[in-house]
């Protein structure tokens, strides 16, 4: 098992950035996937980015994709999701996931980290 803790989120104006990270305890860091999901107030939990074992492959959604972006470093049991260009339709918790290499689906997830962009 891995157990994960997000960090970094905030309050930002329209168009600043932010870095989030996501340590994870545990053994076999890389053999998890890790993504980043968001929820924003009324709405359900939805896919932001993900970056396979060895950091070569990543995957954004389309809301995201050109101003996010997502990395790991397998030394540090650390993921990190950089966000520029913020909007404020991006305000939303946002959880760290992981998913191990035998699995189909996200089944670890942190406690959250709140970012709020302000227009």
């Known amino acids: 098992q891995v157990q994960l803790v997000e960090s970094g989120g905030g309050l930002v104006q329209a168009g600043g950035s932010l870095r989030l990270s996501c340590t994870a305890s545990g053994r076999a860091f890389s053999r998890y996937t890790m993504g980043w999901f968001r929820q924003a107030p009324g709405k359900e939990r939805e896919f932001v980015a993900q970056?396979?074992?060895?950091?070569?492959?990543?995957y954004y959604a389309d809301s995201v994709k050109g101003r996010f972006t997502i990395a790991r470093d397998n030394a540090k049991n650390t993921a990190y999701l950089s966000m520029d260009s913020l909007k404020p339709e991006d305000t939303a918790v946002y959880y760290c996931?992981?998913?191990?290499?035998?699995?189909?689906?996200?089944?670890?997830w942190g406690q959250g980290t709140q970012v709020t962009v302000s227009s």
């Open positions: 996931s992981a998913r191990y290499f035998t699995e189909s689906s996200y089944n670890y």
């Open positions: 970056v396979t074992w060895s950091g070569t492959s990543t």
